[in-house]
């Protein structure tokens, strides 16, 4: 089974339906069409992230309703001391980026999907955008895990 973490904008766009953004995202979202084979996790940084948008755009009620409905589907990725610590000394840039990765390290994910692949180029985490994860597990038979199975 694959680990794949689903980066925030990734999550905001099928959450919010974003254009043009809404279908290759929510592709790479429906891990109930990969048999099985991929264990979808969010980052727990990013929980509160998606919270405080999508409040701001369909109220709190709603929100929560959201994200009730997208851990039926995820596991939360912990953000620990650990996490942090290691994000501070990452190459990475960005901070909440590097932050994915090093949560994407401890929990031994083997994808990160996002629409800011190079924002991760100096990362060691196999990253890809929506549309190329979708493809890669239509065209090529899946993707290569930790035992070699999608």
């Given at each position: 089974?694959?680990?794949?973490?689903?980066?925030?904008?990734?999550?905001?766009?099928?959450?919010?339906?974003?254009?043009?953004?809404?279908?290759?995202s929510t592709a790479a979202m429906?891990?109930?069409?990969?048999?099985?084979?991929?264990?979808?996790?969010?980052?727990g940084h990013?929980?509160?992230?998606?919270?405080?948008?999508?409040?701001?755009?369909?109220?709190?009620?709603?929100?929560?309703t959201a994200i009730a409905q997208l851990?039926?589907?995820?596991?939360?990725a912990t953000v620990s001391d650990a996490t942090i610590?290691?994000?501070?000394?990452?190459?990475?840039?960005?901070?909440?980026?590097a932050v994915c990765h090093a949560i994407a390290l401890e929990t031994g994910i083997s994808v990160i999907v996002t629409r800011d692949i190079q924002d991760f180029i100096q990362g060691t985490i196999t990253v890809m955008l929506p549309e190329v994860f979708c493809q890669s597990l239509l065209t090529q038979g899946g993707l290569e895990g930790d035992d070699g199975n999608l």
């Open positions: 089974m694959t680990r794949v973490l689903y980066d925030t904008n990734v999550v905001l766009d099928a959450l919010m339906q974003r254009e043009p953004f809404y279908s290759t429906d891990v109930e069409n990969y048999g099985g084979k991929i264990e979808g996790y969010i980052a990013a929980v509160t992230t998606v919270d405080y948008v999508l409040r701001k755009q369909v109220g709190a009620a709603r929100s929560r851990l039926e589907k995820f596991k939360v610590r290691q994000a501070l000394q990452s190459p990475l840039r960005d901070f909440e980026d």
